[in-house]
């Protein structure tokens, strides 16, 4: 049986972690005899829009159901609860998509999300590849929602901030022993001027820089226009750099 990739792109806000899920989507999805599931867990939720799909319910809805319904339910709650987060996979031609939705307010959800690491467990293992849109932080990592990440890439603009949220990644996956193989970070609309330094910083904190995403007015376009990045022309700069990250750290 074929072992399940994992990835996820994390990184704060605005860096273009989002438009570089999608193209990894976008690369795999050509590629023959791949199960591909994309994952957005990034409360703003962008990701549907960037493949261009529309969601219904979300994981986050589903939660709230069993945390109301949990009383009420009969018989095995785990096989209620999967059929349940089944209702918000989007299924499309070549890919999956599920939607984590908001975090839950406040209370006690310790129930659900000792469901959710099951029923996720077990969805994860009928793909090949699984890329996830995390938030700028690692919180369903922390849960141990979704385990044994294959490597998280952490894309960062020309900011000491974007640099310092890869340094604080790397922290928190070796203070919590997360189980992530590998951590990379991702250069993103950087400039030649700034890249050596943006390498030093990384070479400081011991994170191989694994990419450099060029300015590309493809992806400014689209963005601009609330296009989908799975439109991006494989001409693309910025499109051909994330196909090369892709193969680097194996999908």
Do not use: W
């Amino acid at each position: 049986m074929t072992m399940t990739k994992i990835i996820a792109i994390s990184g704060k806000g605005g860096t273009g972690k989002t438009a570089l899920v999608a193209m990894f989507i976008k690369y795999l999805s050509i590629v023959d005899g791949r199960d591909i599931l994309a994952v957005d867990a990034d409360p703003d939720t962008n990701l549907p829009a960037a493949l261009g799909m529309k969601v219904g319910k979300t994981i986050g809805d589903m939660k709230e159901y069993m945390e109301e319904k949990k009383a009420e339910i009969t018989g095995d709650k785990m096989l209620h609860f999967e059929a349940k987060v089944l209702e918000s996979l989007v299924e499309g031609d070549k890919y999956d998509l599920l939607v984590m939705g908001r975090s839950e307010g406040p209370g006690c959800y310790c129930y659900v999300n000792n469901l959710l690491r099951s029923t996720m467990s077990n969805i994860v293992e009928n793909y090949n590849t699984v890329v996830i849109d995390t938030g700028a932080g690692l919180e369903h990592f922390s849960r141990q929602i979704i385990k044994d990440v294959d490597a998280v890439l952490v894309v960062t603009d020309q900011s000491k901030n974007g640099l310092m949220t890869a340094k604080r990644i790397k922290e928190i996956t070796d203070e919590l022993k997360l189980g992530v193989k590998e951590i990379y970070i991702v250069a993103n609309k950087v400039s030649k001027e700034n890249i050596e330094i943006m390498r030093r910083y990384a070479s400081d904190i011991k994170i191989e820089m694994i990419g450099e995403i060029p300015f590309d007015d493809n992806i400014a376009r689209i963005d601009l226009s609330g296009g989908k990045i799975l439109d991006v022309p494989d001409s693309s700069p910025a499109y051909i750099e994330a196909k090369k990250i892709a193969k680097k750290v194996g999908i």
